[in-house]
């Protein structure tokens, strides 16, 4: 059975019908694959801009506990300073005393 058989067999009136069907036929099965890749890559990158998003998280919450931490340390740090100077002035005063009684 040869081309113009097989054409007239589908309805096709010539071989010219039939081989731009079977084009069109590749041409289709190409882009279908080309379209299940494409998915492939967004899925690909919709995965790492999830991973991304969930390191950024963690680092967001470990920049507020720094912070925090930051804070705690800065106001205790403050407290010591102000019992220092407390004492000093402590200090002077006994001096002062120590010397008024001898």
């Known amino acids: 059975m040869g081309i113009r058989e097989i054409a007239e067999g ?9 081989d731009t069907r079977v084009s069109l036929k590749q041409a289709l099965s190409v882009l ?3 379209k299940k890749e ?9 995965q790492s801009i ?3 998003k969930e390191r ?7 920049q507020k506990k720094a912070e925090q931490e930051t804070e ?6 403050e407290a ?3 019992e220092v100077s407390e004492l000093s002035e402590t200090s002077n ?5 120590s010397d008024t009684i001898d």
């Open 10 to 18: 589908t309805g096709f009136t010539s071989k010219r019908e039939l």
């Open 32 to 34: 279908d694959f080309e």
């Open 38 to 46: 494409r998915a492939k890559e967004v899925a690909k990158l919709e």
């Open 50 to 52: 999830s991973d991304g």
């Open 56 to 62: 950024l998280s963690y680092i967001q919450i470990q």
């Open 72 to 77: 705690q340390i800065r106001q205790e740090g």
């Open 80 to 82: 010591i300073r102000q």
């Open 93 to 97: 005063l006994l001096k002062e005393q």
